[in-house]
């Protein structure tokens, strides 16, 4: 088809289900779709400033690029035009026709049918421009790509219901027009002085001017002067004094940079002076993006240099185990004219990107010291993020275990257990950190290595799941305290336990020996060792693993995840004090079949899959049967 010919081409299905979804649902924000464009424009004039570094004719004709705010009442019309980079045609039947994000999916997932809910999911999503439909009938985009002739632009005209059309047309200007003509029951917009508000309220902290009609009061009458007037600041929020700004400023600053309609939990703004000059604005959101999880595509801090946005991506200026961060760092000396790759290899980046490290750790710790339901709510949102950071940042491992928060024996599962309160509650004589790790919080607070513990009221953390494990394998030590997996090894601990207790361990391991060397000729290769314990109170065994060894759940997922990994072999702990077992050493009824049974109990605590299940439940028929008796069976 030819480039000139006017083509109407339909919506991708995910684009229509949006229109419908923003013009049903979110008619209450009907004011957002200004804040959208306005964006949008502010974008493009961004990308325009940052293609003129290497091609400084993009800005000859026009060095100072703004935003125009147009309304036209006889036509009931409200325009918003931007100086900026354009679109070329096929962009504009990409940008416009299709919603390229893979976010897409999860949008759809994610609505709940709760109108508030669902249109703070709009901006995440990016899907800004489709908000437009909200008030209008018809959506026209007239758009010429910076570095096309007049003759190349591109006018894209859709009423929102399925269909679009796109034809060559003429600019005099790069840019973007975005004409919305209104629909009769919306007309109320359609007025110099709501959109004025609207803007004021919504868009100040935009760095480029935003323009109106300026009127003048003439015999009580409003005239239109035929100039234009800014009606913004025009200057970068984060460039301004901190006094200037105000919290609301802050706020709406977010929702720009961020697209999330919530409000953050807290924000970071400071000026970094010395060899290094930088501006910082950062924030902790409030509710977790869609692709919190997604350690690739990470967006949401903004690079600039001297106000000239360079580039969006939140990996080259934070570590990845921080990437939930969102706002701006402008430099004021990386150079403006290299590529991206190469910025990317300066060093002035890297000292940028450890600052910034450091002063969001800054900023959480302020957060946890002094409001801590809000470190709460954070610890809530992003703590399983914040751990990865043990392995991933080891200069700064010390205050992100700072910032950890546990569930312990002492906590009623509220995760509120700090390191360093941990320790101040040590027992005399304790100079270890305990902890157990389980599949899930549940088995871990049940686990019968606990037992002992609790008999002493010692406290120990309680930790779970895959992260958890990942983690410990970090944290060894804090403060000069040994951090202690309770199930690897065998029980020590060290001045906590008595004389009376060390002398009964040995009294125990003697007396015992023959049924612990049944137990072993019975389980043979199938464990490591098996030995005697005093660290049960109730449970008959238990299950631990050799310190040196892998943990056997981290062994389970690498096989999961089709990982061959040598499993490594149990050690079965039996308990003197349990009946079963002192009436198995003292009735001589020992048989094979007990061992095993033992065994398999222990590794069902431990919330792992029996190798043989059937064989299990054979042994466990075969001696209820003997307990019952067969003849009365029969
Ligand atoms: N005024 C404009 N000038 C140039 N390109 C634009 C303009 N408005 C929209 N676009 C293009 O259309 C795309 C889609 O815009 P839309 O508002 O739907 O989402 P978005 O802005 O990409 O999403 P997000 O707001 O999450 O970044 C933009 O990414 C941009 O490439």
Same mark, same amino acid.
């Given at each position: 088809?030819?480039?000139?010919?006017?083509?109407?081409?339909?919506?991708?299905?995910?684009?229509?289900?949006?229109?419908?979804?923003?013009?049903?649902?979110?008619?209450?924000?009907?004011?957002?779709?200004?804040? *959208?464009?306005?964006?949008? /424009?502010?974008?493009?004039?961004?990308?325009?400033?940052?293609?003129?570094?290497?091609?400084?004719?993009?800005?000859?004709?026009?060095?100072?690029?703004?935003?125009?705010?147009?309304?036209?009442?006889?036509?009931?019309?409200?325009?918003?035009?931007?100086?900026?980079?354009?679109?070329?045609?096929?962009?504009?039947?990409?940008?416009?026709?299709?919603?390229?994000?893979?976010?897409?999916?999860?949008?759809?997932?994610?609505?709940?049918?709760?109108?508030?809910?669902?249109?703070?999911?709009?901006?995440?999503?990016?899907?800004?421009?489709?908000?437009?439909?909200?008030?209008?009938?018809?959506?026209?985009?007239?758009?010429?790509?910076?570095?096309?002739?007049?003759?190349?632009?591109?006018?894209?005209?859709?009423?929102?219901?399925?269909?679009?059309?796109?034809?060559?047309?003429?600019?005099?200007?790069?840019?973007?027009?975005?004409?919305?003509?209104?629909?009769?029951?919306?007309?109320?917009?359609?007025?110099?002085?709501?959109?004025?508000?609207?803007?004021?309220?919504?868009?100040?902290?935009?760095?480029?001017?935003?323009?109106?009609?300026?009127?003048?009061?003439?015999?009580?009458?409003?005239?239109?002067?035929?100039?234009?007037? @800014?009606?913004?600041?025009?200057?970068?929020?984060?460039?301004?004094?901190?006094?200037?700004?105000?919290?609301?400023?802050?706020?709406?600053?977010?929702?720009?940079?961020?697209?999330?309609?919530?409000?953050?939990?807290?924000?970071?703004? $400071?000026?970094?002076?010395?060899?290094?000059?930088?501006?910082?604005?950062?924030?902790?959101?409030?509710? /977790?993006?869609?692709?919190?999880?997604?350690?690739?595509? +990470?967006?949401?801090?903004?690079?600039?240099?001297?106000?000239?946005?360079?580039?969006?991506?939140?990996?080259?200026?934070?570590?990845?185990?921080?990437?939930?961060?969102?706002?701006?760092?402008?430099?004021?000396?990386?150079?403006?004219?290299?590529?991206?790759?190469?910025?990317?290899?300066?060093?002035?980046?890297?000292?940028?990107?450890?600052?910034?490290?450091?002063?969001?750790?800054?900023?959480?710790?302020?957060?946890? /010291?002094?409001?801590?339901?809000?470190?709460?709510?954070?610890? @809530?949102?992003?703590?399983?993020?914040?751990? *990865?950071?043990?392995?991933?940042?080891?200069?700064?491992?010390?205050?992100?275990?700072?910032?950890?928060?546990?569930?312990?024996?002492?906590?009623?599962?509220?995760?509120?257990?700090?390191?360093?309160?941990?320790?101040?509650?040590?027992?005399?004589?304790?100079?270890?950190?305990?902890?157990?790790?389980?599949?899930?919080?549940?088995?871990?607070?049940?686990?019968?290595?606990?037992?002992?513990?609790?008999?002493?009221?010692?406290? +120990?953390?309680?930790?779970?799941?895959?992260?958890?494990?990942?983690?410990?394998?970090?944290?060894?030590?804090?403060?000069?305290?040994?951090?202690?997996?309770?199930?690897?090894?065998?029980?020590?601990?060290?001045?906590?336990?008595?004389?009376?207790?060390?002398?009964?361990?040995?009294?125990?391991?003697?007396?015992?020996?023959?049924?612990?060397?049944?137990?072993?000729?019975?389980?043979?290769?199938?464990?490591?060792?098996?030995?005697?314990?005093?660290?049960?109170?109730?449970?008959?065994?238990?299950?631990?693993?050799?310190?040196?060894?892998?943990?056997?759940?981290?062994?389970?997922?690498?096989?999961?995840?089709?990982?061959?990994?040598?499993?490594?072999?149990?050690?079965?702990?039996?308990?003197?004090?349990?009946?079963?077992?002192?009436?198995?050493?003292?009735? @001589?009824?020992?048989?094979?079949?007990? @061992?095993?049974?033992?065994?398999?109990?222990?590794?069902?605590?431990?919330?792992?899959?029996?190798?043989?299940?059937?064989?299990?439940?054979?042994?466990?028929?075969?001696?209820?049967?003997?307990?019952?008796?067969?003849?009365?069976? $029969?």
């Amino acid at each position: 088809m030819s480039e000139n010919k006017k083509e109407t081409l339909g919506f991708q299905t995910e684009v229509k289900q949006m229109l419908h979804l923003m013009v049903h649902s979110l008619y209450s924000n009907r004011e957002i779709f200004l804040r *959208e464009l306005v964006s949008n /424009a502010s974008d493009a004039i961004d990308k325009l400033r940052f293609a003129a570094i290497d091609n400084p004719s993009l800005l000859a004709d026009d060095p100072h690029p703004s935003i125009r705010v147009g309304v036209d009442e006889q036509k009931q019309e409200i325009t918003v035009s931007d100086d900026g980079i354009g679109m070329t045609r096929a962009e504009v039947i990409e940008h416009l026709g299709t919603i390229a994000k893979s976010g897409t999916r999860e949008f759809f997932a994610r609505l709940s049918g709760d109108q508030k809910k669902d249109s703070q999911l709009i901006g995440q999503f990016g899907v800004g421009f489709y908000s437009s439909f909200i008030i209008a009938d018809k959506v026209t985009v007239i758009t010429r790509k910076a570095g096309d002739p007049a003759d190349a632009a591109t006018k894209w005209e859709s009423n929102g219901e399925g269909e679009f059309t796109v034809e060559n047309t003429t600019r005099d200007h790069f840019g973007t027009d975005v004409i919305l003509s209104v629909k009769s029951e919306d007309r109320d917009l359609v007025s110099k002085y709501r959109l004025r508000t609207i803007l004021q309220r919504y868009s100040d902290h935009i760095s480029t001017p935003i323009l109106m009609g300026k009127d003048e009061y003439k015999d009580d009458k409003v005239i239109d002067t035929g100039e234009w007037e @800014a009606i913004n600041t025009g200057a970068a929020l984060w460039a301004r004094p901190k006094n200037k700004i105000t919290e609301d400023q802050y706020k709406e600053f977010y929702h720009h940079v961020s697209h999330d309609s919530t409000d953050p939990l807290c924000w970071t703004h $400071n000026k970094v002076e010395g060899k290094n000059e930088y501006i910082q604005l950062l924030y902790v959101p409030s509710a /977790a993006p869609f692709d919190l999880w997604d350690r690739e595509n +990470v967006h949401g801090v903004k690079l600039y240099v001297k106000r000239v946005f360079i580039m969006d991506d939140t990996n080259q200026l934070l570590p990845h185990y921080l990437r939930f961060i969102k706002g701006v760092i402008d430099s004021e000396d990386l150079p403006l004219n290299v590529s991206r790759e190469i910025l990317q290899q300066t060093r002035d980046l890297r000292i940028i990107r450890d600052g910034t490290t450091k002063r969001v750790l800054s900023m959480l710790e302020d957060l946890a /010291a002094n409001r801590a339901s809000d470190y709460d709510k954070f610890w @809530a949102l992003f703590g399983n993020v914040l751990k *990865e950071g043990l392995g991933e940042d080891p200069t700064n491992k010390e205050r992100i275990a700072k910032l950890l928060r546990f569930v312990s024996t002492g906590s009623e599962g509220k995760a509120d257990v700090t390191l360093e309160g941990y320790i101040s509650r040590m027992k005399t004589g304790q100079d270890t950190v305990y902890y157990v790790i389980g599949d899930t919080p549940e088995a871990a607070a049940k686990s019968p290595l606990l037992e002992l513990f609790k008999k002493k009221d010692i406290e +120990v953390l309680l930790l779970s799941g895959p992260i958890d494990r990942w983690m410990m394998q970090f944290l060894t030590e804090f403060q000069g305290k040994k951090l202690v997996n309770i199930a690897k090894g065998d029980l020590d601990l060290g001045d906590l336990a008595d004389k009376e207790e060390k002398e009964e361990k040995e009294k125990v391991q003697a007396e015992y020996k023959p049924l612990v060397d049944e137990f072993k000729a019975a389980l043979g290769d199938s464990v490591e060792d098996v030995r005697m314990t005093l660290r049960l109170t109730d449970s008959p065994s238990c299950i631990v693993t050799d310190p040196n060894g892998l943990d056997p759940a981290f062994v389970r997922m690498m096989k999961a995840a089709g990982q061959d990994v040598p499993e490594p072999k149990p050690i079965l702990e039996l308990n003197p004090n349990n009946p079963l077992v002192s009436r198995l050493k003292e009735q @001589a009824a020992f048989s094979p079949e007990w @061992a095993k049974l033992f065994l398999e109990q222990a590794q069902l605590m431990e919330g792992e899959q029996l190798k043989d299940p059937a064989g299990f439940i054979n042994r466990m028929n075969t001696m209820l049967m003997d307990t019952i008796g067969k003849k009365s069976v $029969n």
